[in-house]
């Protein structure tokens, strides 16, 4: 669990994924969509990837991935992170990591 909350708080936005996850590629693309460029870790390239699978698990996440960290926080999974977009609660979340035009 100590790698995991290190990796999610070094950046503004970390997504924990897999490589053959299309849900994963679909919450990539919302916050790229959004002006975010999140940190991608993709658990299964990693050799510790299960033990970081259980530890997200442990965290509280319903799926292990993609597993979604905004200000070193979770906000949850593919589920969590579109019902804060559609309820407008996202957008407010993400501004200081927004990138600008």
Not at 86 to 97: A, E, H, R
């Amino acid at each position: 669990m100590d790698k995991v909350m290190r990796l999610a708080s070094e950046k503004g936005v970390v997504i924990f994924t897999k490589s053959s996850c299309c849900l994963c590629y679909a919450v990539n693309i919302l916050f790229q969509e959004l002006r975010v460029n999140p940190v991608v870790y993709e658990i299964d390239q990693d050799p510790e990837g299960r033990e970081m699978e259980k530890a997200l698990m442990r965290m509280g996440c319903n799926t292990p991935v993609p597993a979604v960290f905004i200000g070193g926080q979770l906000v949850g999974s593919t589920n969590e992170v579109m019902s804060m977009h559609l309820s407008g609660k996202l957008i407010p979340m993400l501004k200081p990591y927004q990138a600008t035009c």
